[in-house]
């Protein structure tokens, strides 16, 4: 894995009320979430990115509000790429 380092000023910790520990694993948490939520990541990588296995993960997405990602979702992506591809490929009848 690669390391990011984003500098935080140390008063950021006192309000959270969490260990430098905590901190950096929420943060991993909420990013992997999000990136998710996006379609950016698997559940499975995402998982990875935080130290969680999948199911584990995906379980814990309530915790910030998030849900597994939308099944309906995807199919109309993949029906859009589809309109696209044949558009680009197809002669329009």
């Given at each position: 894995?690669?390391?990011?380092?984003?500098?935080?000023?140390?008063?950021?910790?006192?309000?959270t009320g969490q260990s430098r520990e905590g901190f950096v694993q929420e943060a991993k948490?909420?990013?992997?979430?999000?990136?998710?939520?996006?379609?950016?990541l698997s559940s499975g990588r995402a998982g990875a990115v935080c130290g969680l296995d999948r199911v584990t993960f995906l379980l814990s997405?309530?915790?910030?509000?998030?849900?597994?990602?939308?099944?309906?979702?995807?199919?109309?992506?993949?029906?859009?790429m589809f309109a696209r591809w044949r558009r680009r490929f197809l002669p329009c009848s």
């Open positions: 894995m690669s390391d990011i380092t984003i500098t935080l000023p140390e008063s950021i910790l006192i309000p948490f909420l990013l992997a979430s999000k990136l998710y939520e996006l379609g950016r997405l309530h915790r910030v509000g998030a849900g597994p990602a939308s099944p309906r979702r995807r199919a109309c992506r993949r029906g859009l």
